[in-house]
């Protein structure tokens, strides 16, 4: 057995002992910014980061899906694993996969591998694999650009109230993150609903949540479903999900949360409370120091993206080893440190004089 599904096979062990901890749901960026720009920023698929919510994706030919749609996972913890079908370590990741989601499928995880591959020879891959899991086609490779997938297999992990929460490598996910995601599942997935209420998902999905509680209302019980109920419900949870990361030792996701939250929620009145207990927040120092190291960082990762040349990478590398080494003991230095290894393997990999 190679090394690499060594470790693949640890991490699907792991993963198994998982067990159900309770706490709330998370949600979505700013009163202040105005519902319009929010709405333009969503709708289009711009790069996503970690720590982001999922935009509203759109996939072709969604296969062995319960849900109609991307957007009828709404509610579910997503694992998205970008693949091809000519990968061997594509190959090696299917059985972990494969139990993840025998095994947390029924706690609220979707599975969904999307690739840029025509489906001549990857339904057939899937076929000889034995994938259990939703599949789909990028075939103009929107997504694979918008997750900055650079090889593959690569797994986005995004929790249950549509947070990105991880990227990168299958192998190295931690299942703790897993077991976080989980939490606050919707306890009916949305392809579970009546007919009529299904359709809701799509202004959920695009965090639209008065629209999609109007509709809601308007639908009344439909076969003992009450959607408005279950609407009213999902916004208690993720306020109070926001509420309770807000306190926590690592407020910067909590507050990019909840600036999502406070604009998706709007002009709904638990948008005020989640805009007001943010403003609070922000007025500790210390809150602002790690909010202002974040976006720092998060600043860099958007020029990687860009770099042009050795010599952009060079100066980039640079200002991130800078940053790394001010930032020690810092909550940000894990995640400064990988993008600093991932400068120093563009720069590898760079050809001489370029």
Known sequence: MSARVLVLARGALALCALVPSAWPAAGQDAAAQGKAGHAAARDALDAV????????????????????SFAEYYGRALLIEFFDYWSRPCAAVVPTL???????????????????????????????????????????????????????????????????????????????????????????????????????????????????????????????????????????ALVAHFERRITGPEPWPAVRFGRQLASDLAPLPEAQRVATRLAERLADPEVKSQVEAYDQWLAFDRRRRNLRGVKQIRDLRDEVKVFVDAQAGHPIETDARELLERLDQLLEQAPPGG
């Not at 980061?49 to 109609?68: F, H, K, N, Y």
């Not at 965090?207 to 916004?235: C, E, K, M, N, Q």
């Open 98 to 236: 494969n139990q993840m989601q025998d095994l947390l499928g029924p706690r609220g995880l979707a599975l969904v591998s999307v690739t840029k591959e025509a489906p001549r020879k990857t339904v057939p891959w899937i076929a000889e694999h034995g994938v259990r899991y939703a599949y789909a086609f990028d075939p103009t490779g929107a997504l694979y650009q918008a997750f900055d997938v650079d090889e593959t297999p690569r797994v986005v992990l995004v929790d249950a109230c549509g947070t990105v929460r991880w990227m990168g490598s299958p192998e190295r996910i931690r299942p703790r993150l897993v077991q976080l995601a989980l939490e606050n599942a919707l306890e009916k997935p949305v392809w579970e609903w009546p007919e009529s209420a299904r359709a809701l998902a799509v202004p959920l999905q695009a965090g639209h949540y008065a629209d999609a509680l109007g509709r809601a209302t308007a639908l009344g019980v439909v076969d003992g479903f009450d959607p408005s109920a279950v609407l009213h419900a999902r916004i208690d």
């Open 49 to 68: 980061e970690v720590g982001a919510q999922l935009p509203p994706i759109a996939l072709t030919d969604l296969r062995q899906s319960p849900a109609r």
